[in-house]
Every structure is written in C-alpha cells, then in structure tokens.
C-alpha cells in the first residue's frame, strides 16, 4: 500500500506544472540569476587604481619632494593615475566624477578637494598627510644631523647626501606584514547556499498539495482517501517519500547547474548531500505542518509557504549578503529559528571552517526543527478518524 | 459601486495572503534601510577592524589607539564570531599583535604582525595606515627613541593635517541613502502591485465570472474601466505607503523638491507597474502561475537592475540587458535625483529621460493589455 501510495504522490506531483515551477525551475531561474548579477561583484571590491589631479601652478612646480612622491605613487604598482592641469579643469573633472579629488598646493601646503567621504577619497587623503609627515620628519631628522655634525667641528657638511638618508631610512626597505587570510573569502557562495536552502524549503509545497489531498475538510480526493481502508502512517509516508524524491531530484539539477556555473563546493560534498538531504526533510515537514496548522485553501497555503521561505531568505543573505551576519549579531535568535539560515549556516561552515561542531550544531538544529513539525502536525492530524465502510 | 465591491470583495477574500504578502515586501524595505548621519565636510571612512593585542604594553596599546582613530576598532569576540565577521565584511581585516613586539620593532619594521584580511580597497586604506605607522615608528626606534618617547612621537606624525576641501551637496549622505531606499522599493513595490492586482484580476478573468459578466446587463467598457480604476487606486495606496515610510526613515531629506522628485519617480514607476499587472492579468489564468511569474519579474528585475547590488558592481553586460526593464530606468533616475547638485533643466535632464522612458514602458505595456483583454473578449 505504501508503494501504491508512493508511485501515485509522485503522479500527482510531476503532472502539476505549479509544483514543478517551484521546486525545479525557479532554483534554476534564479541560479542563473545570481550568477549574471555576481559575477563582478568580487572583482569590483579589488583596489583599483585612483584617477586623481594635479593643479598646476607655480608653487607645484618648485616643490621637487611633492612632485618626486606623485611621481613615485602613479608609477606601474603606484596608487594613483595622476594627471596635471589648470584649476577649472580638474574642477569640472570632479563634478563629472572623472577623477576622485583634486590636489593644489600654496607654498608647502596641500589641499585635497574631494566630492565625498569614501574609500578612494581617505586613500588620498592619508598619502597626501603622508607625503607631508614624511618629509617634515626627514628635515628634523636631517637638521638634527646637520647640528650634531656642526657641534662635532664638521663644517664640511653633503646636505643632499643627509637628507637622502634620513629618506632612506624612512621610506627604504619593503613592509610585508605577515599574511595568514584564510583561502576561502568569496562570499558569494553565500548567495549559492541560501539558494539550495530555498530550494529545500520549497519542498513544502510538495507535501501541501499531497497532505491537502488528504485532508477531509480540504479537498473532496480528501474525503475519498480518508475513508479509504489505506492507513495515516502508510498514507503519508508514502507522500512523503514521493516530495522527497522530486525534490532530491531537483537539487540534484541545481547542483549539477552550480558546478556549471563555477560554484566551489570544495571536497566535502558527503557532507553537503548530508545536510541538503536534511535541509529538504526540514522543507517537507514545514509544508505539511502548514498544510495541517493552518484552514484555508490550498492557494493561499501555498503563498504562505512562498513568503514565509522568502522572508527566511532575505534573513539568511539570499537578497543582500550581509543580511545574515547582521541577524547573527543583533537577534541571533531569529536565524537560530530560520531552517533556511541554519543551511546556509552549516554550509558556510562546511566552505570556511570545515567540518567541525558548528555544522554538526546546524545538522542537528535541522533534524529538530523537523521534529517539531512533525509532532505539532501529528497531534492535529491524530484522532481524526473516518469510517471505511 | 458593484465592480468596486465585487474589487473589495476578492480582496477580503485574500486578505490573509494580501496581508503576509505586503507585510513582507515592507518588512524587507525596513530591515534592508540601514541609517547613517548625513554630512556636508569630509570625514574620512574608516573601515572596520578587528585588533588582538596580546603584547599588551605601552606601544602595543599606543598601536590600537593610533587604528581606533583611523579605523573603525571592533572587539574581539572569540576566533569563531572574528572570522564571520571578517567573512562577510562587517571587518576587512583582522589585526594580531604578538607577543614580543615591542622588542621585535627594534628589529624588524613589521613588528611581527600578523594579519587576515579580505583583500579588499578598505585593507588597502589600513594597510596603507598600518604600514605609515610601523615606518614611522622604526625610523624613530633608529633614533633611540624608546618607550613612552617612542609612542609619543611616532603618534605626533602619523596625525593627520593635511587642509580637504569638501564639494559636496548639502546632505548629499542623506539623498544617496533615499536613493538606496527606493532603488530596494522598486523590488517591494513591483511585487506587491503585481502580485495583488495579477491576483485579483485573474479572478474577474476566470471563464464562468467573465462569461457571466459578458452577457450581464452591465456595460462592458464601464466595468473594465472600473476595475482598472479599482486596481489604480490600490497601486496609489502601495506608493503611498512607500512614500511616507521614506519619508519617515530619511527624514527631513525628503521634505524638499528633491524629495518630491524620488516621490514622483516611484509614482512613475508604479504607474508602469500597473501597466504591467494589467498586460499579464490579460496572459495568466491560474494563481499559480501568477505566483510564479510575479517572483521571477519581481527578483530578476532587482537583481538585474542594481534593486539589491549596486550598479556599479553589476557587470557591462547585464546592465546593457537591464535597459530593456523599467526597474533599470526607475534606480538610475533615483541615483541621478541623489546626484543633483543645483535643480535646473539641464541638471534634470537625465532624470526626465528616466520619467520619459518608464512613461514609454507603461505606454506599451498598457496597448498590449488591451490588446490581449480586447482579443480575450472576442474569443469568449
């Protein structure tokens, strides 16, 4: 009877159009989508070359520390594209947002006028109080120098030489800070995971329609089934089974797609089938616990199930990456709660730490969460009972 | 009166859906707006950053004081929560001091530091930073300068004085972030106008209602008009819902003709979008299908268009697809309304190209529904 139950669901389930929408293509759709949108978005956070101006003037061109460090900074690995013009250029320049800020100088004084306060602007900045410190410090340190030879009774005193190695001392020499980032940083596998989270969730749709197929005061298939001799455990497990395998079979096709696309699962994809297979058990306990909890038609079941997945989505990252994080740190409870967060949980876990108590956390977060469907649903659907006759 | 109460009565009918629906695009508009001071002189970012300091001595502590000026210093919170953080770049970079560097610093000019970073242009800035400082400060540990001295002078170099001059609009922080707000409506708005009206009309586009309505003593031409009137005066109400909730969350930045301008983008925008409803209300004939379809619209648009990314970080090629989508034109005239510095014609003028080519979309959009209503009526 379970396997008569089984190969109908699955009947049933392939011949809607709706369900398969939602559980096959729209992953896929919206794969497709994800990648289109992101494909740039980690190239773009790089540090690109700043497109700045010099105004030209008299004082500009008699300040040969100034000029040497600009010319130094726009070199092949410098900061800066640099470009010298007159006044009202750079200025129209700045207002087209060709250029990031603007340089003039008035004696040994610089002035930096910039649009904003961003990135590229505090970057400008900070060279240019670079430039300054820096060489106020070498003609301290070179006039120190200068004193303490005179002092000594040396008067025949190189002042270039001096200077050049107070610079030297300064500015010589390569500063590698000791480099220990870990090799996993792209974040937009996050937007991929929250993606298979959805994916899983959306199995509930399958089970509302099998459940609501076998609910009396639903549906009139309802009414038929319940008064059928068929057992409720051999019933709906064989439903059951039925969502399950469609929906394996879809996320099968969304991770073929993934790989397609250039997702990195790394080499614990043991582990990803792992929690995907729990992630999508989560899915089809949440959809039959709506479709037990809650007495409305099977329309207004199914956008339930739609927004309530997509508001877990927005929560776990899916429609702005930070989202997730932001929700852990200011109400971690909420994602603690949100089966799609703790999938993507456990497989950032997976692609950034490994395999280790935080996805098992996850793993076993999951198998609750679906414990807790099912029970609230079972004490609804139990001592509901009609006669066979 | 009947058309508007039979409108009232679909919609009671889906109220709870409606309800779940709208609460959720709103709820996504309002977690998704983030709040920040506008500003008209410059203030330099400063990004954020995770500092260990497990020397723990005078020029360690001299160290994080210098990166809690130039950076935004966040606490440690444990390994885990550190490396999240710097995962999803709530931090670029995470900065360890180890133990022994204030006698490593004699030595090497990098002190042994150790850092974990993103990559990103923010770590240039503090790498930028950092590195001025440890130079600094070797330069002045080559003088004999020890100690309390050492960290006293090398924190008198690094301050900045350099004079920047800030050409900015007034609350130009202010108008960008209205920008950002809207451009993440156009998502909510899309799919709360097409998700509610596609629902709705499909009823009334049901064969037997259609049928019945057909050969009812109504006059046809009155009925759409109605109806379309109907669905216009809710897709007023969801504009006007998103409006004042911007004006709520960007404040007095909204209360200016500028303000007027985003309110009357998004009003062109909705106008558009109802335009939409009407043609693929015209084309849909299941609630399912109109499920679908409104979330492939309604996500495809956003991602797309620069709704939940910006457009400068979406790459040429799909933002050349992205014309063809009224989302595209509607963020772009948001991002030029922030952008304005004086209101003239000539500064308004890629705004109006904006207005114009979303007023085209709803035109086209609006000729095919009739269209497709007007063949529908001739087969039924």
Same mark, same amino acid.
């Given at each position: 009877?379970?396997?008569?139950?089984?190969?109908?669901?699955?009947?049933?389930?392939?011949?809607?159009?709706?369900? %398969?929408?939602?559980?096959?293509?729209?992953?896929?759709?919206?794969?497709?989508?994800?990648?289109?949108?992101?494909?740039?978005?980690?190239?773009?956070?790089?540090?690109?070359?700043?497109?700045?101006?010099?105004?030209?003037?008299?004082?500009?061109?008699?300040?040969?520390?100034?000029?040497?460090?600009?010319?130094?900074?726009?070199?092949?690995?410098?900061?800066?594209?640099?470009?010298?013009?007159?006044?009202?250029?750079?200025?129209?320049?700045?207002?087209?947002?060709?250029?990031?800020?603007?340089?003039?100088?008035?004696?040994?004084?610089?002035?930096?006028?910039?649009?904003?306060?961003?990135?590229?602007?505090?970057?400008?900045?900070?060279?240019?109080?670079?430039?300054?410190?820096?060489?106020?410090?070498?003609?301290?340190?070179?006039?120190?120098?200068?004193?303490?030879?005179? $002092?000594?009774?040396?008067?025949?005193?190189?002042?270039?030489?001096?200077?050049?190695?107070?610079?030297?001392?300064?500015?010589?020499?390569?500063?590698?800070?000791?480099?220990?980032?870990?090799?996993?940083?792209?974040?937009?596998?996050?937007?991929?995971?929250?993606?298979?989270?959805?994916?899983?969730?959306?199995?509930?749709?399958?089970?509302?329609?099998?459940?609501?197929?076998?609910?009396?005061?639903?549906?009139?298939?309802?009414?038929?089934?319940?008064?059928?001799?068929?057992?409720?455990?051999?019933?709906?497990?064989?439903?059951?089974?039925?969502?399950?395998?469609?929906?394996?079979?879809?996320? $099968?096709?969304?991770?073929?797609?993934?790989?397609?696309?250039? $997702? =990195?699962?790394?080499?614990?994809?043991?582990?990803?089938?792992?929690?995907? %297979?729990?992630?999508?058990?989560?899915?089809?306990?949440?959809?039959?616990?709506?479709?037990?909890?809650?007495?409305?038609?099977?329309?207004?079941?199914?956008?339930?199930?739609?927004?309530?997945?997509?508001?877990?989505?927005?929560?776990?990252?899916?429609?702005?990456?930070?989202?997730?994080?932001?929700? =852990?740190?200011? $109400?971690?409870?909420?994602?603690?709660?949100?089966?799609?967060?703790?999938?993507?949980?456990?497989?950032?876990?997976?692609?950034?730490?490994?395999?280790?108590?935080?996805?098992?956390?996850?793993?076993?977060?999951?198998?609750?969460?679906?414990?807790?469907?099912?029970?609230?649903?079972?004490?609804?659907?139990?001592?509901?009972?009609?006669?066979?006759? | 009166?009947?058309?508007?109460?039979?409108?009232?009565?679909?919609?009671?009918?889906?109220?709870?859906?409606?309800?779940?629906?709208?609460?959720?695009?709103?709820?996504?508009?309002?977690?998704?707006?983030?709040?920040?001071?506008?500003?008209?002189?410059?203030?330099?970012?400063?990004?954020?950053?995770?500092?260990?300091?497990?020397?723990?001595?005078?020029?360690?502590?001299?160290?994080?004081?210098?990166?809690?000026?130039?950076?935004?210093?966040?606490?440690?919170? #444990?390994?885990?929560?550190?490396?999240?953080?710097?995962?999803?770049?709530?931090?670029?970079?995470?900065?360890?001091?180890?133990?022994?560097?204030?006698?490593?610093?004699?030595?090497?000019?990098?002190?042994?530091?150790?850092?974990?970073?993103?990559?990103?242009?923010?770590?240039?800035?503090?790498?930028?930073?950092?590195?001025?400082?440890?130079?600094?400060?070797?330069?002045?540990?080559?003088?004999?300068?020890?100690?309390?001295?050492?960290?006293?002078?090398?924190?008198?170099?690094?301050?900045?004085?350099?004079?920047?001059?800030?050409?900015?609009?007034?609350?130009?922080?202010?108008?960008?972030?209205?920008?950002?707000?809207?451009?993440?409506?156009?998502?909510?708005?899309?799919?709360?106008?097409?998700?509610?009206?596609?629902?709705?009309?499909?009823?009334?586009?049901?064969?037997?209602?259609?049928?019945?309505?057909?050969?009812?003593?109504?006059?046809?031409?009155?009925?759409?008009?109605?109806?379309?009137?109907?669905?216009?005066?809710?897709?007023?109400?969801?504009?006007?819902?998103?409006?004042?909730?911007?004006?709520?969350?960007?404040?007095?930045?909204?209360?200016?003709?500028?303000?007027?301008?985003?309110?009357?983008?998004?009003?062109?925008?909705?106008?558009?979008?109802?335009?939409?409803?009407?043609?693929?209300? #015209?084309?849909?004939?299941?609630?399912?299908?109109?499920? #679908?379809?409104?979330?492939?619209?309604?996500?495809?648009?956003?991602?797309?268009?620069?709704?939940?990314?910006?457009?400068?970080?979406?790459?040429?090629?799909?933002?050349?697809?992205?014309?063809?989508?009224?989302?595209?034109?509607?963020?772009?005239?948001?991002?030029?309304?922030?952008?304005?510095?004086?209101?003239?014609?000539?500064?308004?003028? #890629?705004?109006?190209?904006?207005?114009?080519?979303?007023?085209?979309?709803?035109?086209?959009?609006?000729?095919?529904?009739?269209?497709?209503?007007?063949?529908?009526?001739?087969?039924?």
């Amino acid at each position: 009877m379970l396997l008569h139950n089984f190969m109908y669901s699955l009947l049933v389930l392939l011949r809607s159009r709706g369900l %398969v929408f939602w559980t096959i293509a729209f992953p896929l759709i919206m794969a497709v989508l994800f990648n289109l949108a992101m494909s740039n978005i980690e190239s773009s956070e790089k540090f690109q070359k700043i497109d700045i101006a010099v105004v030209q003037s008299e004082d500009y061109d008699n300040n040969m520390i100034f000029k040497n460090a600009l010319e130094a900074l726009s070199g092949e690995d410098g900061l800066f594209h640099i470009k010298e013009t007159d006044l009202k250029t750079a200025e129209s320049m700045l207002n087209e947002k060709s250029i990031t800020g603007y340089l003039t100088l008035s004696g040994d004084d610089v002035a930096v006028t910039v649009k904003n306060s961003g990135i590229n602007e505090t970057i400008l900045c900070r060279v240019m109080n670079e430039i300054k410190s820096d060489s106020e410090i070498v003609v301290s340190g070179g006039t120190d120098v200068i004193n303490q030879k005179i $002092a000594s009774g040396e008067f025949n005193i190189n002042y270039e030489d001096i200077f050049r190695e107070e610079t030297e001392k300064l500015t010589g020499g390569e500063l590698k800070f000791k480099d220990t980032s870990p090799a996993h940083m792209s974040y937009v596998m996050i937007e991929y995971y929250s993606l298979i989270a959805m994916a899983c969730l959306y199995s509930g749709l399958l089970t509302i329609v099998l459940i609501d197929n076998k609910m009396p005061d639903i549906s009139a298939v309802g009414k038929r089934c319940s008064v059928s001799p068929t057992g409720k455990f051999a019933s709906i497990t064989g439903s059951l089974l039925a969502a399950f395998v469609v929906q394996l079979f879809g996320l $099968a096709l969304l991770f073929a797609l993934l790989l397609l696309l250039g $997702a =990195d699962f790394g080499s614990q994809l043991l582990y990803i089938i792992l929690l995907s %297979v729990a992630g999508t058990f989560a899915g089809l306990t949440a959809g039959i616990a709506v479709s037990v909890l809650i007495k409305t038609n099977e329309n207004a079941k199914t956008t339930i199930m739609i927004s309530i997945t997509m508001a877990c989505c927005f929560l776990s990252g899916m429609m702005g990456i930070s989202m997730k994080n932001i929700v =852990d740190v200011n $109400a971690p409870f909420i994602n603690r709660i949100n089966p799609v967060a703790m999938i993507t949980d456990g497989l950032y876990a997976l692609y950034f730490i490994g395999t280790g108590s935080r996805y098992y956390i996850d793993l076993a977060s999951l198998v609750a969460f679906s414990l807790i469907m099912l029970i609230l649903s079972w004490s609804r659907l139990r001592r509901q009972k009609y006669d066979s006759i | 009166m009947t058309v508007f109460n039979a409108f009232m009565c679909v919609i009671r009918r889906n109220l709870v859906t409606i309800i779940i629906f709208t609460a959720i695009t709103v709820g996504f508009s309002l977690i998704n707006f983030a709040s920040g001071d506008s500003a008209a002189a410059f203030t330099a970012e400063k990004p954020g950053v995770i500092c260990i300091d497990l020397d723990n001595t005078e020029l360690s502590k001299s160290l994080v004081s210098y990166l809690d000026e130039t950076t935004s210093l966040h606490d440690s919170s #444990g390994s885990d929560r550190d490396d999240d953080a710097l995962f999803y770049r709530e931090v670029c970079c995470i900065i360890t001091i180890p133990k022994g560097y204030s006698e490593n610093i004699s030595s090497s000019s990098d002190g042994g530091i150790e850092i974990r970073t993103t990559g990103d242009s923010r770590y240039t800035l503090v790498e930028m930073s950092l590195a001025r400082y440890m130079r600094v400060q070797y330069y002045y540990t080559g003088q004999g300068l020890r100690g309390e001295a050492l960290a006293k002078a090398v924190g008198e170099s690094v301050a900045d004085n350099v004079e920047v001059i800030m050409k900015a609009p007034k609350d130009s922080t202010a108008l960008s972030k209205a920008a950002t707000y809207f451009s993440f409506a156009s998502y909510s708005i899309t799919a709360c106008i097409l998700f509610i009206i596609c629902l709705v009309l499909t009823s009334f586009n049901d064969r037997n209602i259609f049928r019945r309505t057909a050969v009812s003593s109504m006059n046809y031409n009155k009925f759409s008009l109605m109806l379309m009137f109907c669905c216009g005066m809710y897709a007023l109400a969801v504009w006007f819902a998103f409006t004042v909730l911007g004006v709520v969350l960007c404040g007095s930045a909204l209360l200016s003709v500028k303000g007027l301008l985003f309110a009357a983008g998004s009003l062109v925008f909705t106008i558009c979008i109802l335009c939409l409803s009407f043609l693929l209300s #015209g084309v849909l004939h299941s609630r399912n299908a109109v499920t #679908g379809i409104v979330n492939v619209i309604a996500l495809g648009s956003a991602f797309l268009c620069g709704a939940f990314i910006p457009t400068s970080m979406l790459p040429d090629a799909v933002l050349a697809f992205a014309h063809v989508l009224p989302a595209y034109w509607f963020i772009k005239g948001e991002n030029e309304i922030a952008a304005i510095e004086s209101l003239s014609l000539q500064n308004l003028t #890629g705004v109006l190209v904006c207005f114009g080519v979303m007023l085209c979309f709803a035109l086209v959009f609006a000729v095919s529904g009739l269209a497709i209503a007007s063949h529908n009526r001739r087969r039924e």
